[in-house]
């Protein structure tokens, strides 16, 4: 369930493996009608390329502080 | 009123049919988009503990083998989506075209991308914790089981999402070490095949295993680390098919599945009696 509530079988309807309640399927109806917004998208894009970034040099300072000890 | 708990044993059964139903193409499809990660990782860390102490001398060269790591990183996501959604259709008895496995929302491949990274960044800084490693590895499992759910692009839904799904925590964290048992267990036996392969050439006239024998051996650091790169792309697939398992119960508990499907079975039972 998308909204985390507690309801019968019945009420729920399976769709792509994922279960939806009314509300949920309404909503999701109006997120098909206006699409997420470019900001949400924007955002999401440069957080996955800062994090891409600081993933490469992480690894590299994590990485070199490990072998430290390591003559 | 039935006190059904999503039992470790039951979920590892069910990964484990989930993969064979799933088909091992998708499986196979997961292994060739590890392969390039666990490779640069293992090339990454042999280099490091090649130059020791001296690694600082060499940024451009770890900076740019890093660079690699990622992008091989980014791959390995695009895999475990693809057979995640696998996994989940096959699970849903929707079996599935494999169109419909390869038809995945962007802004859920995007979230799980964004979520993994995060979660690789922890891994990293925990990694020499003893605590961190395992509860990092049950976040990535969750990230992965849940990535589909993500139906909009956010930056904290992924994360509500693996919180939504961290209880009960008993069967994670039972999960998660038989897992690291698998692992060590999947080590032993990539090296015991090896080992039987080497033997078997030196049955073969002509063939001289001596150099084979010396690179195959524990004394070998390189070949240590390409055992564990190898167990662990092994393991994988059932790691994914049990957390997705884990997810799906934890979500038929929610909306009554669970129960519909004991009352399927008891009616079944009984037709067969």
Known sequence: MRCGNVICQECATAWEGIHYCVGCLANRRVEEKHPSSIGSWLALLIAVAGLGFLLTMTRVLVGAFLVSPIP | ?273
Do not use: C
């Open chain 2, 1 to 273: 009123m039935r006190a059904d708990r999503p039992g470790t044993a039951a979920i590892l059964d069910e990964s484990t049919e989930l993969v064979s139903r799933t088909g091992y193409g998708w499986a196979a499809l997961l292994a060739l988009t590890m392969l390039p990660l666990r490779f640069l990782e293992v090339l990454f860390a042999d280099r490091l503990l090649e130059t020791g102490k001296a690694a600082g001398e060499y940024g451009n060269t770890f900076r740019t083998l890093s660079l690699y790591v990622t992008l091989a990183f980014v791959l390995s996501i695009a895999g475990k989506a693809i057979f995640v959604r696998a996994l989940g259709l096959a699970l849903h008895g929707e079996g599935g075209t494999k169109r419909q496995a390869l038809r995945i929302a962007p802004a859920a491949v995007a979230s799980f991308l964004y979520a993994s990274l995060v979660i690789e960044i922890l891994l990293l800084l925990f990694s020499f914790t003893i605590v961190g490693i395992p509860v990092v590895a049950i976040l990535s499992g969750l990230a992965a089981a849940t990535f589909e759910k993500n139906d909009r692009p956010s930056l904290t839904r992924p994360f509500q999402l693996i919180g939504q799904h961290t209880r009960p925590i008993g069967p994670l964290v039972a999960i998660a070490f038989t897992f690291a048992l698998a692992f060590l267990l999947a080590m032993i036996n990539l090296f015991a095949a090896f080992g039987i392969g080497i033997w078997l050439a030196g049955a073969v006239p002509g063939v001289d295993v001596t150099t084979w024998t010396a690179r195959l051996s524990l004394g070998n650091r390189l070949y240590v680390l390409l055992l564990a790169a190898g167990a662990s792309v092994l393991v994988e697939p059932f790691w994914l098919a049990a957390n997705v398992v884990f997810v799906r119960r934890v979500g038929s508990r929610e909306n009554g599945e669970d129960l519909r499907q004991w009352f399927s079975q008891i009616r079944d039972d009984e037709r067969a009696a």
